[in-house]
């Protein structure tokens, strides 16, 4: 697929606001350790509740506390270049914070060395594989992205098999992975597709009274999201293979939800007084196709401290995640997405913050959260994003 167009985008951060005392309070390892169990769906209820109460906090040093007066416009010229000024400044504060962290990440990344020996093709595949094998053929093959991708040394290369079912695990990189100049760790989707969807478990789900229609309390916490308000603003069923999300878009339409009374078979709402999500399906629930995204990312890139280099991820599809088909967090360089695509997405089809670089050669979006010219690519907080041959429509 040749480049039919590029686009280069350059954006600033948007400001951080001071914290606030109950911010400063919340303990950061504590709250990277919550963060790790929810997105492990490890997460007890009280803990939950306990991740919930901290990220409001931290909320609270950066948003007007309820309730409380907003700040008078200005009413004079020179009061709205004194604002002017203070957020420029703010504004400055912040790029020279994430610069900072973005040199140290790739100061650090400049000791990667390539390793020795000739460069090595990996195979996995999610039928046939198994996590004790080497790896080093199709026939021997390991079974997760997990394990293949544990494998890689700068210069070899992961293939996916194409099976008859999707890989139901996120693609996660983190921290000192990459290649070097000349070696780039190589990812070969060959077509295979990342789905974030499994079957409903159905155990934590009872008859609620009228035919057909059943309730869980437990679902909320099942998913991988660092916040309950996180998970209902992107969340959404599949009846039978069919997204529903009952009009609501996590940057578009929130309607309100329904009544359970209201619901119709291939529907679903949220009860807020219950804490307790409803589905309506036409006869038992365990008959029915009723899938959810439990997965919140299809392809997960972690790299604060140490930065991503030379990686080239090509020939993938994501699919129904509750969050980002492509979710790039930390700094990044070198990295290249190449023919890949993303569609029905609980938010982004590809969302690269912080300090990341990133050039995207052929993107395919479709039914994600929004759309920016013929694809979707979210670049909150992100810098020297290249866009190459997009095409596509998103909700």
């Known amino acids: 697929m040749k480049p039919i167009a590029v686009l280069c985008l350059s954006l600033v951060l948007l ?15 504590r709250l990277r350790e919550l963060r790790q169990k929810a997105q492990s769906s490890t997460i007890t209820p009280q803990e939950q509740a306990e991740l919930d109460a901290a990220m409001k906090a931290r909320a609270a040093g950066r948003t007007p506390a309820a309730g409380s007066t907003p700040a008078p416009r200005p ?4 009061a709205a270049e004194e604002r002017r000024a203070q957020y420029a400044e703010r504004q400055e504060f912040s790029l020279q914070r994430m610069r900072e962290m973005g040199k140290t990440a790739l100061e650090a990344a400049v000791a990667r060395k390539a390793g020795e020996g000739p460069k090595r093709d990996y195979f996995v595949n999610n039928e046939t594989g198994d996590d004790q094998a080497n790896g080093l053929t199709p026939e021997r093959a390991v079974r997760s992205l997990r394990k293949g991708v544990s494998l890689l040394k700068p210069g070899d290369s992961l293939h996916l098999a194409v099976t008859s079912q999707p890989y139901r695990e996120t693609l996660q990189l983190g921290d000192d992975f990459g290649g070097v100049p000349g070696k780039p760790i190589i990812i070969e989707g060959h077509g295979a597709t990342i789905d974030g969807c499994d079957p409903l478990r159905l155990d934590g789900w009872t008859e609620a009274g009228a035919p057909g229609l059943y309730q869980s309390a437990r679902f909320m916490a099942e998913l991988e999201e660092f916040t309950d308000e996180a998970k209902l603003m992107r969340v959404f069923f599949m009846f039978d293979g069919v997204v529903q999300h009952m009009g609501r878009s996590s940057k578009g339409a929130k309607p309100r939800f329904k009544a359970p009374g209201e619901l119709a078979a291939g529907e679903w709402t949220y009860a807020a007084a219950e804490k307790a999500f409803y589905v309506k399906v036409a006869g038992k629930l365990a008959d029915a196709k009723v899938s959810a ?17 030379n990686v080239v991820i090509r020939d993938l599809i994501v699919s129904h995640v509750l969050n980002d088909g492509f979710n790039i967090h930390g700094t990044t360089k070198d990295l290249l997405l190449q023919n890949i695509a993303a569609y029905e997405c609980g938010d982004d089809g590809i969302s690269p913050h912080e300090t990341c670089e990133v050039t995207i050669d052929g993107y395919w979006g479709v039914g994600n959260s929004t759309g920016m010219g013929n694809g979707y690519i979210s670049v909150t907080n992100a810098s020297n994003i290249r866009l190459e041959a997009i095409w596509g429509t998103n909700s």
């Open 293 to 309: 995204p439990y997965r919140r990312n299809g392809v997960a890139i972690r790299a604060p401290k140490v930065a991503l280099t």
């Open 15 to 29: 400001p951080l606001a001071a914290p606030r005392i109950e911010a400063q309070a919340v303990d950061a390892a």
């Open 75 to 78: 009413t004079t010229p020179g």
